[in-house]
């Protein structure tokens, strides 16, 4: 099946393949997010599939993390969503499919990147322009010498991070500090995966488009796309359905739910390019149908496919890199969160709270996992050896990618 087949498919369409009942491993009847489909009808055997559900519950038997979700689709179709585990120490309830997580760094791709796509769509955002062009207050030595694309790689020469929850105090302050912060590396010439990169480009969407960072995506993105459960500073009202992450004895001093995990998040107000964004895996199974679509969904055209491309296609010139623009690409040594069998078009990202999204493009192929890893403690890391587990073990639940 192609995955224009999909396309412009009714909304009353969606909504009956929406109740329809699929086979073991189960899909929930009805989804926000896109249709569900038969496994099988996607290629997928269903017991291989189900091995991945099993080897996530052992995972939260073992203590990787209390709890998760993994969504996997193809052709715009839900072949699995499958909730694992309980919220949290203090809170026993199983989690659902529809339960909310901290996204940590999936914000610079799910919300900045696709910001900076629908600006470059709009001739609003030059990717080789200098970045001082649209954020005048980034100063200092070679600071004029810094791309936007340069910021999108995390190639601009800027630290990795900050301290700006401890040394500032308010929001202004904080922006102050990431915009004047020496370059640590020319321009251009290393990679440094940078949170300073991604604060300094949303910074510049709200010079160009004139609005709140977190008001234009809902009304461009999010909203559009019909992602309820996709937000900036989540209300008091979601609290029972987001999922716990840490114990924070450094900043907060209290177990954060519902709060921006990452420190400097929190210091610019709980809205930054870098973290901060709230979802579940239905929400993000739509955006990942988005973007394996080329940009399209149902009779929305979002993004232009010429765009997806570019944004999704490693980049060339930095040593060292398998950055595409804002979103990252499997590792040349043949394994990384992507695991060791998804093929090389593919794109994706990673969250620090124990968030991922991966998508294949030759296979038309998502894979979601969201956790709470870092509860009740950071110190926690056995994600790092799940993520590609569950990557190879639904690619070897492909067992027909011609269809």
């Given at each position: 099946?192609?995955?224009?087949?999909?396309?412009?498919?009714?909304?009353?369409?969606?909504?009956?393949?929406?109740?329809?009942?699929?086979?073991?491993?189960?899909?929930?009847?009805?989804?926000?997010?896109?249709?569900?489909?038969?496994?099988?009808?996607?290629?997928?055997?269903?017991?291989?599939?189900?091995?991945?559900?099993?080897?996530?519950?052992?995972?939260?038997?073992?203590?990787?993390?209390?709890?998760?979700?993994?969504?996997?689709?193809?052709?715009?179709?839900?072949?699995?969503?499958?909730?694992?585990?309980?919220?949290?120490?203090?809170?026993?309830?199983?989690?659902?499919?529809?339960?909310?997580?901290?996204?940590?760094?999936?914000?610079?791709?799910?919300?900045?990147?696709?910001?900076?796509?629908?600006?470059?769509?709009e001739g609003r955002l030059a990717l080789d322009a200098p970045a001082q062009r649209y954020v005048p207050e980034l100063r200092g030595s070679e600071k004029d010498r810094v791309t936007i694309r340069q910021l999108l790689t995390h190639?601009?020469?800027?630290?990795?991070?900050?301290?700006?929850?401890?040394?500032?105090?308010?929001?202004?302050?904080?922006?102050?500090?990431?915009?004047?912060?020496?370059?640590?590396?020319?321009?251009?010439?290393?990679?440094?995966?940078?949170?300073?990169s991604a604060i300094v480009l949303m910074q510049a969407v709200e010079r160009i488009t004139g609005e709140p960072f977190d008001r234009f995506l809902d009304e461009r993105v999010f909203g559009p796309l019909g992602m309820r459960a996709?937000?900036?500073?989540?209300?008091?009202?979601?609290?029972?359905?987001?999922?716990?992450?840490?114990?924070?004895?450094?900043?907060?001093?209290?177990?954060?739910?519902?709060?921006?995990?990452?420190?400097?998040?929190?210091?610019?107000?709980?809205?930054?390019?870098?973290?901060?964004?709230?979802?579940?895996?239905?929400?993000?199974?739509?955006?990942?149908?988005?973007?394996?679509?080329?940009?399209?969904?149902?009779?929305?055209?979002?993004?232009?496919?010429?765009?997806?491309?570019?944004?999704?296609?490693?980049?060339?010139?930095?040593?060292?890199?398998?950055?595409?623009?804002?979103?990252?690409?499997?590792?040349?040594?043949?394994?990384?969160?992507?695991?060791?069998?998804?093929?090389?078009?593919?794109?994706?990202?990673?969250?620090?709270?124990?968030?991922?999204?991966?998508?294949?493009?030759?296979?038309?192929?998502?894979?979601?996992?969201?956790?709470?890893?870092?509860?009740?403690?950071?110190?926690?890391?056995?994600?790092?050896?799940?993520?590609?587990?569950?990557?190879?073990?639904?690619?070897?639940?492909?067992?027909?990618?011609?269809?």
């Amino acid at each position: 099946m192609s995955r224009q087949l999909w396309r412009g498919s009714a909304l009353a369409a969606v909504a009956a393949a929406c109740h329809a009942t699929a086979p073991a491993p189960p899909v929930p009847a009805r989804s926000a997010g896109i249709p569900a489909a038969a496994p099988a009808s996607l290629g997928f055997d269903s017991t291989r599939l189900a091995a991945v559900v099993a080897y996530l519950r052992a995972q939260v038997d073992s203590g990787a993390f209390p709890g998760a979700v993994v969504a996997v689709g193809r052709h715009g179709r839900l072949a699995l969503v499958a909730p694992v585990g309980h919220y949290g120490v203090d809170d026993p309830r199983p989690v659902e499919a529809g339960t909310v997580y901290d996204l940590a760094s999936l914000t610079k791709v799910i919300a900045l990147t696709t910001a900076c796509m629908l600006l470059v769509d709009e001739g609003r955002l030059a990717l080789d322009a200098p970045a001082q062009r649209y954020v005048p207050e980034l100063r200092g030595s070679e600071k004029d010498r810094v791309t936007i694309r340069q910021l999108l790689t995390h190639s601009a020469g800027l630290a990795a991070d900050l301290p700006l929850y401890d040394s500032t105090a308010t929001r202004g302050a904080a922006l102050a500090l990431v915009d004047t912060a020496p370059l640590l590396d020319p321009p251009g010439t290393q990679y440094r995966y940078s949170d300073l990169s991604a604060i300094v480009l949303m910074q510049a969407v709200e010079r160009i488009t004139g609005e709140p960072f977190d008001r234009f995506l809902d009304e461009r993105v999010f909203g559009p796309l019909g992602m309820r459960a996709t937000r900036f500073r989540p209300p008091a009202a979601w609290r029972d359905r987001i999922a716990p992450t840490e114990l924070d004895t450094v900043f907060r001093h209290r177990m954060l739910r519902g709060e921006v995990h990452d420190e400097s998040a929190a210091r610019l107000g709980g809205v930054s390019g870098n973290a901060g964004l709230f979802s579940n895996a239905l929400d993000l199974a739509r955006f990942a149908a988005l973007l394996l679509n080329e940009g399209s969904w149902d009779s929305l055209q979002l993004i232009r496919s010429e765009t997806v491309a570019e944004f999704t296609r490693r980049q060339a010139g930095v040593p060292e890199s398998t950055r595409a623009l804002g979103w990252d690409t499997p590792s040349d040594s043949g394994y990384s969160s992507a695991g060791a069998k998804l093929s090389r078009r593919s794109f994706g990202h990673t969250g620090f709270t124990g968030t991922s999204l991966w998508m294949d493009p030759d296979r038309d192929l998502f894979i979601i996992l969201l956790t709470n890893r870092v509860h009740p403690t950071r110190a926690n890391t056995a994600i790092l050896r799940v993520r590609p587990r569950v990557a190879d073990l639904v690619v070897d639940a492909l067992t027909r990618p011609e269809l």
